[in-house]
């Protein structure tokens, strides 16, 4: 930090805070420490009394937090990301399209691995909406070398850190199971359900197919649906371990490579994903019909955006996978599903 004449200022940068008073209506900050003095600033600041100013020396090379923050953001964003203009040093990652966003939490921790760098996220394989808050970037010093820049643009190089996966709009097919349902003695309530929530997502239930409590029965529906082009199917009904449920037995017999059955989430634990090919087929407990938050939201998303989760990256849900069932519900702003 040095003293200077304000005659010589123009565009040096301030060590601290300028305060401006306005008798009867306002005193705070009229400049901010690490603010670029302007031609401009020179007669507000005649009329503040200042003469002199006490500004922060800055290597030839040295990159102000401004540009830091914005070279950082640059090269950690993917698709699907807006960033804002810098601010005291800080830009903020925006969505710009609804979606799946994907963090990459390898390569984030190396990015972050030296104090001077700043870069905060929420969590990733969440759905996110246009407008919502992605991340933020900034350095810590007002000014940085541009080595520091540069390393962490090099472990972005390539592959974006931070991007949403826009969701795929599938023809979804559903199947509807249980003999209460298909003798007509109670009305089936599934189905709305799961029009709103797929609708929701930008996909579409194309048809819905009704079964009885029958293994080749519901096997002949989804292949019938398999038949007719769907590119998902969800399966409802007959998901727990009761002798006369077949929901799962009519998957396989449908043809269907059974990933997971059962999973350590609550609600959500008799899910079910197969493939039939390329098909996702999904079985789908009662709790998704009754439970606003359930398995469907933590795993349909990231289907529709083309992901196929393993299974031992599945069963890691179990580190936060109990729903609290909270009055008013936050999701996906809460810790259910992340692990």
Do not use: W
Request: charged share 25%.
């Amino acid at each position: 930090m040095k003293k200077i004449e304000l005659a010589n200022a123009v565009g040096t940068v301030l060590a601290h805070d300028l305060t401006e008073i306005i008798p009867g209506l306002s005193k705070g900050a009229r400049f901010k420490k690490g603010h670029v003095i302007k031609e401009e600033d020179l007669p507000i600041l005649l009329n503040m009394g200042k003469r002199h100013l006490f500004v922060l020396e800055k290597g030839d090379d040295d990159i102000h937090e401004d540009e830091a923050a914005l070279r950082l953001a640059r090269a950690a964003s993917g698709s699907g990301i807006a960033l804002t203009d810098p601010s005291e040093g800080k830009v903020e990652l925006m969505a710009k399209v609804q979606g799946l966003l994907k963090i990459d939490k390898e390569r984030l921790q190396k990015v972050t691995a030296r104090n001077e760098i700043v870069l905060a996220t929420r969590h990733g394989d969440r759905m996110v909406k246009e407008g919502d808050k992605i991340a933020g970037a900034r350095v810590i010093p007002l000014f940085v070398k541009p080595e520091l820049i540069e390393e962490a643009e090099a472990i972005c190089k390539n592959k974006p850190i931070i991007e949403i996966r826009p969701l795929q709009k599938l023809n979804v097919g559903v199947v509807t199971t249980g003999s209460e349902v298909y003798h007509g003695r109670i009305e089936d309530a599934f189905g709305p359900v799961l029009i709103r929530k797929f609708g929701a997502l930008g996909s579409t239930v194309v048809k819905q197919l009704f079964a009885d409590d029958d293994e080749t029965m519901i096997a002949e529906k989804i292949r019938e649906l398999i038949d007719d082009g769907v590119d998902m199917i969800g399966v409802t009904g007959g998901m727990s371990v009761d002798p006369d449920d077949m929901t799962p037995a009519g998957v396989k017999k449908a043809g269907g490579q059974i990933v997971t059955y059962g999973l350590p989430v609550m609600p959500g634990a008799m899910f079910l994903l197969a493939y039939i090919g390329d098909v996702p087929v999904v079985g789908l407990p009662g709790c998704v019909m009754y439970n606003r938050i359930s398995i469907f939201d933590l795993i349909v998303p990231r289907l529709l955006a083309g992901e196929k989760p393993a299974p031992t990256e599945l069963r890691q849900l179990a580190y936060g996978g109990l729903c609290l069932s909270c009055p008013t519900c936050s999701f996906p702003n809460c810790g259910f599903g992340l692990s």
